[in-house]
C-alpha cells in the first residue's frame, strides 16, 4: 500500500512569491490533516478535512494560507505571498474515517523563503 | 485540552530496555493516549495507542495507571536505529485536532 506522499520534498522562494504544497493521503482516508513544524518549535496543527470539507481550519496562521481538497482525495496547501516566518516543514497526515487518531504522516515538504 | 509533560531528552545503549513517562494530569474520560516516533527528516509515525492498563504491540508496551494521570512507553532491547524523537500524545478518538497535538517531544538517543 502506498503512503502519504508530499510533493515537493523541499521547495526554496523568495519572499512574496506563491508556493503550493500538494499531499497524496492513502487511498480511502477520508480524514487528512496538515501539520507545520517551524525552525525549533512543536508540530503545529493547521487543519483537518474530512473528505472534501474543512472540518477544522484553526490552526490556519493567516489567510495567506488555503488549502484544498478537491473531490476528497488529494489536498494542496497554497501560501501567497510568502513571508520569511513560513519557513518550516509541512506535514500530511491521513487516516480513516473513525480511525481513533491512527494517522500516517508523509516525509514532509520543507518550504525556504529567502 | 490535556496537555502533556515528557522528559526532553534521554540516552540509553543499545540492548537495553528504555522506559519514557508521560504526564498528563488533565486528562479527560474520553482521552486516549497515543504514542508518534519520529526520525530526522521524516513524518512522525504511529507507535501504540491505549486506554488504561497495558497495551503491547510488536515495537512497544504502553503502561496506564488506574487514574490515567501518566502513562509510560517501554521499548524493549532498543537498538541504534530506535534514536528519535517519541511523542505523546492525549485526546479523543474522535480525529478532531484536539486529540492531535504535538509537544516538545522526548528525544531519545541510543548509543552502542
Known amino acids: 500500500e502506498a503512503g502519504v506522499t508530499q510533493f515537493p520534498s523541499h521547495s526554496v522562494i523568495e519572499k512574496g512569491q506563491t508556493v503550493t504544497l500538494r499531499c497524496d493521503p492513502i487511498?480511502?482516508?477520508?480524514?487528512l490533516y496538515w501539520y507545520r513544524r517551524v525552525m525549533g518549535k512543536e508540530i503545529k496543527f493547521l487543519l483537518h478535512?474530512?473528505?472534501?470539507?474543512?472540518?477544522?481550519e484553526s490552526g490556519m496562521p493567516n489567510n495567506r494560507f488555503l488549502a484544498e481538497r478537491t473531490g476528497g482525495t488529494y489536498s494542496t496547501l497554497k501560501v501567497q505571498p510568502a513571508e520569511l516566518e513560513d519557513s518550516g516543514v509541512y506535514f500530511c497526515a491521513s487516516s480513516l474515517l473513525g480511525g481513533a487518531n491512527v494517522l500516517t504522516f508523509g516525509a514532509g515538504s520543507r518550504l525556504t523563503v529567502l | 485540552l490535556a496537555k502533556t509533560t515528557q522528559p526532553i531528552s534521554m540516552d540509553s545503549y543499545e540492548g537495553q530496555e528504555v522506559n519514557i513517562t508521560c504526564s498528563h494530569n488533565n486528562i479527560a474520560t474520553n482521552d486516549y493516549i497515543t504514542w508518534y516516533q519520529q526520525f530526522p527528516s521524516q513524518g512522525p509515525r504511529f507507535i501504540i495507542q491505549g486506554y488504561k492498563t497495558k497495551v503491547t504491540n510488536e515495537v512497544a508496551s504502553l503502561f496506564i495507571p488506574a487514574d490515567r494521570k501518566s502513562s509510560t512507553l517501554s521499548l524493549p532491547r532498543v537498538s541504534l536505529s530506535d534514536t528519535a524523537v517519541y511523542y505523546c500524545?492525549?485526546?479523543?478518538?474522535?480525529?478532531?485536532?484536539?486529540?492531535?497535538?504535538f509537544g516538545k517531544g522526548t528525544h531519545l538517543i541510543i548509543q552502542p
Open positions: 500524545l492525549v485526546g479523543d478518538r474522535g480525529g478532531g485536532a484536539d486529540g492531535l497535538t
Open positions: 487511498s480511502g482516508h477520508d480524514n
Open positions: 478535512f474530512v473528505k472534501e470539507s474543512k472540518q477544522d
